[in-house]
């Protein structure tokens, strides 16, 4: 008369902590969970695709579209990914503006995900302080391209233009008070005991399953290593900048936390110095009208908020786009790990790793 | 003198009309107030006007005086310019809000087992509203009806529903009827995510209504009553002066206090315990597939607990119709009894104010406490009810024998 049986739940498409249109299949023996399947492909637009139908100047626009909340870093990818495969040299100012603008977006996409990671745990004030931040970082972008969110904000051989008169000044008066901030965060949430006991010890991925899962960016070095590709295979003018890379060995929930905590503050330090040691010239390298391109292939890879993000582009002889583009999206891959980390857990255990995973859907299907 | 019959009656139904009154006014009151503490701890501001009219879409700033709810917005607007009343922008929030409760459309859904699925709702509801027969607001009669008054002259009008000799127990049952309102309603949904909420709630409530029934057997062992009334008032200045027993009865009415109101915040699902309606995890929990007014139920409800919970807590740990919370009255009557000035012997004396700013109070640290806080994970609720709460009231509970026995 009575049987057990599992319960098949579908989290999403349309759930309000699964950060967009992200549906993962889980079955429940209770609220634990025995079986996660994320299943993907809602946003899938073929920005590869179209990325191949458009000019490499044109193509840029695109990745404003695949992290949407780190689209700096994605037009510094691409702006690069070209740079090299063409041989552009970029001069040293434009390098200055280009790393500090990307921190400043890694310092929006880390406070967007602070602000979602807290309230899909429960804490909702900490999202409201986060996004008072992020715009005024978004304003700072405005103020330099005339968007917030679908920057567009590099040009292939530098900047289209030179900074804006007076952006030099928003940007120190959010640097001042930027560190107090992040301290406020803290005391909502580093010695809570109610975070602590969410997020110590939940969703656990080690180096070893994470670098087999090809995990990057903030997840892997919260297990221990220290791979960041500012450091490892300098690009802009990180080389010339004075950070460390932040890394923590617990390799769960909270570790994240702290380590991403911690990147939003070196993010700090990283774009002082570029205010501070901002060079004067031009920002534009001398480029012919029309780009054409030989048989090459070129992968570069930068990191972004979220992890290695890499472009992969293939050329072909007196071609004015990509023969092939590929994204190596860190979303994407990091997504993997999310059955490894949550089966045998708690339901609740579903919403902080997909959380901790600061997945964009976007980025994900592209 | 005793009023006859008739009399009793007409004075029982006057008294239900001002306690649902203000009970039902509160409620929607406090929805409001949530609304501005939430905003206010957010650095936002809240709710600041009523959008829309009521009658016919809204034709632009111009036209906005014209219509009943743009007239209310210029007027709020105007509020706005005033440097305290400027919270109160935005009140009529909760008309809309009880409005748009009412004219939505009621879905049940096919799969739905109908008759439960209808009558959980009222069942949550009627539970927490028939509470406050029992709950005691003014320490005795509120006023009495001048001799000159028809019909009704010099009767007492009391501050409370019934004087029951079993008050507390009568406040616990029903209470706890309330949950299966959450738990039925939650099952006859059909739906998976209701489904687990319902399981949550069910859990959630087993293992919190023993530390919450422990934490409340203190004031009934140190009083040895079960009268609201006579339990707060006792509580209140039934307390030597000096000596151990004074001090270790304070120290435990502290404690215990935090004990019972965490108990109580689970009781009535708030953060950081609202586990069952988790809307990060399961959507909306156990009241998924409700709409409409069905859903104000359930939620009403929930409000409604809240103030029983409060108004539990202040009166049998803070002081309940006294100044001074935690037994610390009749030690300021020692001082300030025969005191000559007028406002410091007032303060001696039980009143419905002090009473109604402690529940207030209590009120405004579940808004703080749902702004602040994180939710707790299903075990981990499960370990601070058995393992951290339950023993700790049984000490309590021991301790409160050992006072009783010693004094």
């Not at chain 1, 301290?183 to 670098?211: F, H, M, P, S």
């Not at chain 2, 409060?310 to 935690?326: D, E, K, R, V």
């Not at chain 2, 579940?366 to 601070?384: E, I, S």
């Amino acid at each position: 008369m009575f049987k057990t049986e599992e319960m098949e739940i579908n989290l999403g498409p349309q759930h309000p902590s699964t950060h967009g249109v992200l549906r993962v299949k889980l079955h429940l023996d209770g609220e634990t969970i025995t079986r996660c399947t994320p299943m993907i492909g809602y946003l899938h637009r073929g920005v590869e695709k179209i990325c191949e139908n458009k000019t490499f100047f044109q193509g840029q626009v695109w990745t404003d579209r695949t992290d949407y909340v780190a689209s700096v870093s994605n037009n510094l990818g691409w702006a690069e990914g070209v740079e090299k495969l063409f041989g552009i040299t970029v001069p040293r100012r434009a390098h200055y503006i280009r790393t500090m603008l990307t921190e400043l977006n890694r310092i929006t996409s880390h406070l967007l995900w602070l602000g979602t990671h807290a309230l899909d745990i429960g804490a909702m004030t900490v999202f409201l302080y986060a996004f008072r931040e992020r715009e005024e970082i978004l304003s700072i972008f405005e103020a330099f391209c005339g968007a917030r969110l679908t920057t567009t904000a590099f040009r292939i051989g530098g900047l289209r233009e030179d900074l804006p008169p007076g952006l030099e000044k928003l940007v120190r008066a959010f640097q001042a008070r930027f560190l107090d901030c992040i301290d406020e965060y803290e005391t909502l949430l580093t010695e809570n005991r109610i975070w602590k006991k969410r997020t110590i010890g939940v969703a656990l991925l080690n180096a070893e399953d994470a670098i087999a899962l090809g995990v990057t960016g903030p997840v892997l070095r919260a297990a221990g290593s220290n791979y960041d590709i500012r450091k490892a295979f300098p690009y802009a003018s990180y080389a010339e900048m004075d950070f460390e890379v932040a890394t923590q060995t617990a390799a769960d929930t909270y570790a994240r936390y702290l380590v991403r905590l911690e990147e939003m503050r070196q993010a700090h330090r990283i774009i002082n110095q570029c205010l501070d040691g901002l060079p004067e010239g031009p920002v534009m390298a001398k480029l012919p009208k029309v780009l054409k391109s030989e048989v090459n292939e070129v992968y570069h890879a930068i990191e972004a908020p979220k992890g290695e993000l890499g472009y992969y582009f293939v050329g072909e002889k007196g071609g004015q786009n990509p023969y092939r583009m590929h994204i190596r999206a860190p979303s994407f891959i990091n997504l993997q790990a999310l059955s490894k980390m949550v089966v045998g857990r708690l339901l609740a255990d579903v919403i902080a790793a997909i959380g901790t995973l600061d997945v964009v859907l976007g980025e994900v299907d592209r | 003198m005793t009023p006859t019959l008739t009399q009793y009656l007409v004075i029982s139904l006057l008294q239900i009309v001002v306690v649902m009154g203000f009970v039902m006014t509160l409620v929607p009151l406090l929805t409001f107030a949530e609304r501005k503490v939430i905003g206010y701890v957010q650095v936002r501001l809240g709710a600041t006007r009523v959008a829309g009219g009521l009658w016919g879409a809204q034709r632009g700033r111009t036209h906005q005086s014209r219509t009943f709810t743009g007239g209310l917005n210029g007027f709020m607007w105007w509020l706005g310019r005033w440097p305290v009343i400027s919270i109160f922008r935005g009140l009529p929030m909760f008309i809309a809000d009880a409005l748009k409760l009412l004219t939505k459309e009621d879905i049940v859904p096919i799969e739905a087992d109908k008759a439960v699925f209808v009558l959980s709702p009222a069942l949550a509801m009627v539970a927490a509203f028939t509470v406050f027969a029992a709950i005691g607001f003014a320490p005795g009669a509120l006023f009495y009806f001048p001799a000159k008054f028809p019909y009704l002259g010099g009767l007492p009008f009391y501050g409370f529903l019934t004087d029951l000799n079993v008050g507390l127990l009568f406040i616990l049952g029903v209470a706890s009827v309330g949950v299966y309102g959450i738990v039925l309603g939650a099952w006859a949904s059909n739906s998976k995510y209701p489904l687990l909420g319902g399981l949550r709630s069910a859990a959630q409530i087993v293992s919190y209504e023993v530390p919450l029934t422990l934490s409340l057997l203190v004031p009934v062992v140190l009083t040895g009553s079960l009268n609201f009334n006579e339990m707060s008032t006792r509580m209140a200045t039934d307390i030597p002066v000096n000596g151990l027993v004074g001090i270790g009865r304070t120290l435990l009415m502290f404690v215990g206090f935090f004990v019972y109101t965490t108990c109580g915040f689970a009781e009535t699902n708030r953060t950081p315990f609202d586990l069952a309606e988790a809307e990060n995890e399961l959507v909306a929990g156990f009241h998924t597939e409700y709409s409409g007014m069905k859903f104000s139920f359930f939620f009403l409800s929930e409000y409604a607990s809240m103030i029983t919970v409060s108004a539990l807590a202040s009166a049998f740990f803070l002081g309940g119709h006294y100044l001074l919370p935690f037994g610390l009255q009749p030690t300021w009557n020692h001082f300030f009894q025969n005191s000559p000035s007028a406002f410091l012997a007032w303060t001696c004396t039980p009143s419905i104010l002090w009473f109604l700013l402690k529940i207030f109070f209590l009120l405004f640290v579940f808004l703080w406490v749902r702004a602040t806080v994180p939710r707790y994970r299903y075990d981990q609720l499960m370990d601070v009810g058995w393992k951290f709460l339950i023993p700790y009231t049984l000490v309590m509970f021991v301790i409160a024998a050992l006072l009783r026995y010693a004094a």
